[in-house]
């Protein structure tokens, strides 16, 4: 896969499709892989080029090793309590690769879609560069405001847990991520997970990196008050019942961002099922197409 030079950084990208470019940002200890094939197949459909690639420490983007390894134990704590924490980097850095990336690529503006860690990510651009964005799409993120209700402690300890070095212990732990987080009304089949499980782990597991990634969200503080003047065409996305991220960190966001939209799902969780991915398509292109046309009016 393409790498291209971002913020003093590589990142591992690849693009699909024709049209409006649609940059798509993964959450924690995720790949670009994590965005199902089969959303980008369908979204590609719907005219978007779509632009996919692995965050800082993911993948088989540049890995921070010489930042040291996280401090697991209290980084599990600090998740759960919400406490602010120390990092060397910031989600704001993480937007600044981002940015780096759509310079690399010749992209003036795009339409910016965030999961999770990613959707903070995709805020923290808008707010930086909102001349850069089309329209925000906010995928099961948040505010980072402390206001909001936290994750279910099993859950986010589950997602905290030291990685296993070695490979099956590293496929085993994500399989037991996988469906912590995964929708009650939507599961994905055993197999599925454990295909992509094996897919991520061959392409660029890095044990230390979700600890560095989790303690840039804890550093980053809230982006509340900020989101308040936000002007980017804006769309939140929402499971309503995401267990890592619960689905007030989606109504705080979209009452945070002026005009923005909300629309939540019944029985989702923290995941990407293909039960949902019509909605989400639906939903994004419509989206799309009135910034689109807000733009040039």
Partial sequence: MPRAAANGIELCWESQGQGSPLV?????????????????????????????????????????????????????????????TRSSYTL???????????????????????????????????LRHPERLSSLISISSTTGSRQVPSGKPRVLWEIMKPRPADPKGAISHTVRMLRAIGSPSYPIPLAQLEALAIQST???????????????????????????????????????????????????????????????????GHDLPPAIWPTLVDAIHAHAQAAEAGAAS
């Fill in 24 to 84: 798509m940002i993964m959450g924690i200890d995720a790949q670009l892989v994590h965005w199902p094939q089969g959303l980008c197949d369908m979204l590609a459909a719907r005219d978007f080029r779509v632009i996919r690639f692995d965050n800082r420490d993911a993948g088989q983007s540049t890995w921070m090793e010489q930042l040291g390894p996280p401090a697991w134990g209290r980084l599990g704590w600090d998740m759960i309590r919400r406490r602010r």
């Fill in 92 to 126: 704001w850095d993480m937007a600044d690769d981002t940015l780096g990336l759509l310079d690399s690529l010749g992209l003036e503006r795009v339409h910016l879609a965030g999961m999770s860690m990613g959707g903070m990510i995709a805020q923290c651009l808008a």
């Fill in 202 to 268: 061959a392409r660029g597991y890095n044990p230390t990196g979700t600890g560095r990634q989790a303690a840039a969200i804890l550093a980053s503080g809230s982006r509340r008050s900020m989101l308040t003047e936000l002007k980017v065409p804006t769309l939140v996305l929402h499971g309503e019942a995401d267990p890592v991220i619960p689905v007030e960190g989606g109504q705080a966001t979209a009452r945070a961002i002026p005009d923005a939209r909300l629309i939540t799902i019944p029985g989702w």
